[in-house]
């Protein structure tokens, strides 16, 4: 069971330290001078550095991709040229990396664990919805290039990762909105599916990181060869494979801090915690 002086500072309003804590320990949490409250000040110290460094990674990875497909693969545009493809990458690290990362660990930032849960569960979706379109526009623009230049579709790896991720991450949101927006869910429902939720999110976010590292290898093997116009051949490390690499790392380190986070129990949402889970429908929650 979380202990009350594990829980970040905000013990006023939320369950930790309440019923389910013997009084002394309710006593630490509202004492601001003991080392209870100077752990919390740690925690909330850590969580913010490190919420701060995803927000900093995701703005370097999105800066990462566009400069690539903009200064180094000629641009966009919606023509089913080179070009077109171009928006593929962009729109899958916005969607499916960035949005979807940052919208994951939403929940984890004490500032808002003091209001009503309903904004917060709509943003959540919003945002997750945002990431499901900019993904699904980032897909068509690919099979749209695929299509206009006879390509064969889904015949790699990337593709099949790739397509499971999104496949997957239309169903979580879509399971989602049934089961924890939409008021005539039953709480027994909820409970069940929580876990699952919280499990398959996690794994939808491993399968985009793994579908976008093999997707910016894949890239750089087909453009840079030795003998396509002149280019230097990956093996060299040109500057365009050093940037795409890079953005590579810059992925793989923005998933390490979302897990990072989530993975801490510290920083669940309090009445989140396993030991809180007494949902109610969404609109009796409003009414709290
Ligand atoms: C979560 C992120 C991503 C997902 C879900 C994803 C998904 C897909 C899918 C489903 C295809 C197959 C399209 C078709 O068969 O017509 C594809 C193609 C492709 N993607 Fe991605 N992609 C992602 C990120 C990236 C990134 C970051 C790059 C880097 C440039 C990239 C490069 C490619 C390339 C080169 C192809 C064409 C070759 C192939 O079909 O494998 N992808 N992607």
């Not at 550095?49 to 919606?78: D, E, K, Q």
């Not at 060869?225 to 494979?241: H, I, N, R, T």
Request: charged share 10%.
């Amino acid at each position: 069971m979380q202990r009350g002086s594990d829980c970040l500072p905000l013990s006023h309003l939320d369950p930790c330290g309440s019923e389910t804590f013997p009084p002394p320990q309710k006593h630490e949490v509202n004492s601001p001078g003991a080392p209870a409250g100077v752990s919390r000040m740690r925690q909330t110290v850590i969580f913010y550095l490190s919420y701060l460094l995803g927000v900093a990674l995701s703005l370097a990875c999105l800066v990462c991709v566009c400069v690539w497909s903009a200064r180094w693969r000629g641009g966009f545009a919606w023509d089913g040229s080179g070009l077109q493809f171009n928006w593929h990458p962009v729109l899958m690290v916005a969607g499916l990396v960035v949005l979807y990362g940052n919208g994951a660990v939403l929940y984890r930032v004490p500032l808002t664990w003091g209001q009503n849960k309903l904004p917060w569960k709509l943003l959540h979706a919003a945002l997750m919805l945002l990431a499901l379109v900019l993904s699904v526009v980032g897909l068509c623009a690919v099979f749209g290039f695929h299509n206009a230049n006879n390509i064969p579709n889904l015949y790699s790896l990337h593709s099949w990762i790739g397509i499971a991720a999104t496949a997957l991450f239309a169903m979580q949101w879509v399971a989602g909105l049934a089961v924890f927006l939409l008021p005539c869910s039953p709480t027994s429902l909820r409970k069940l599916l929580k876990p699952v939720h919280v499990w398959l999110g996690g794994g939808i976010l491993s399968l985009s990181i793994a579908a976008c590292i093999s997707g910016i290898n894949e890239k750089l093997f087909f453009v840079l060869k030795a003998s396509a116009g002149g280019a230097q051949p990956y093996s060299a490390l040109p500057p365009e494979a050093l940037l795409a690499n890079s953005l590579g790392v810059l992925i793989v380190a923005f998933g390490l801090v979302v897990f990072f986070i989530l993975s801490n129990q510290k920083w669940q949402r309090p009445d989140s915690r396993p030991e809180e889970l007494a949902y109610t429908p969404l609109l009796q929650e409003e009414n709290e």
